[in-house]
């Protein structure tokens, strides 16, 4: 048990430091998709917008690794509920839940962006515009192209925010975390 509390701990110290530029990379990787000029279709399936999905999908991995680190942090040090004395252990709660995300959590392509659901939106893409003429299909697919760099920059900035919120959830109160026992009485700091 102790090497794990170990483990958390520097994952939580590291997060802490480290939060912060990630969230303005995260801003910036947004701002740039969202400008994005979109390459030609002729190409076919451009890389980089391959590319640009993986490495959201290597975000959001590591943001579900460290969100896991981090409930393990606080779920170490939740006490035994007591008659008295348990603001702290509120607090606790409070941040769990923000770490947790929302409960209704969307599951829907627009949510959460990933390369297969585009290669399935270009192929039926593709499929229905092949009939078409040359101008009409490169159109269609480039829209589809289009909306894709769209999507990976909504999701960028669902990531931001998912990460702000529980960066300041933990750092403003991490004192209440670590020690939720005292003689204070109070709520959760955003």
């Known amino acids: 048990m102790e090497s794990i509390k170990e483990e958390v701990d520097q994952a939580c110290i590291e997060f802490i430091s480290s939060a912060p530029a990630k969230i303005q990379l995260f801003e910036a990787k947004a701002r ?7 390459p030609s279709t002729q190409d076919g399936i ?8 993986d490495e959201f999908e290597a975000a959001q991995r590591e943001m579900s690794v460290l969100l896991f680190q981090l409930k393990k942090y606080i779920l170490l040090r939740v006490p035994e509920i007591k008659d008295e004395d348990n603001a702290g252990v509120r607090v606790q709660e409070a941040v769990l839940g923000v ?15 990933t390369k297969l659901v585009y290669l399935n939106a ?3 893409t593709e499929k229905e515009f092949k009939d078409s003429s040359l101008a009409t299909f490169m159109l269609a697919v480039q829209e589809t192209d289009r909306a894709q760099y769209a999507k990976l920059a909504i999701g960028w900035q669902s990531l931001t925010c998912q990460l702000l919120s529980v960066y300041l959830a933990v750092k403003n109160n991490k004192a209440k975390i670590d020690n939720p026992r005292s003689n204070e009485y ?4 955003m």
């Open 99 to 113: 770490v947790n995300g929302p409960k209704e959590e969307k599951k829907t392509e627009e949510a959460a962006p």
């Open 46 to 53: 451009p890389t980089s917008l391959l590319a640009e999905f």
């Open 32 to 38: 740039a998709l969202a400008t994005t000029v979109v």
């Open 186 to 189: 109070g709520h959760m700091a």
């Open 122 to 124: 270009r192929a039926k």
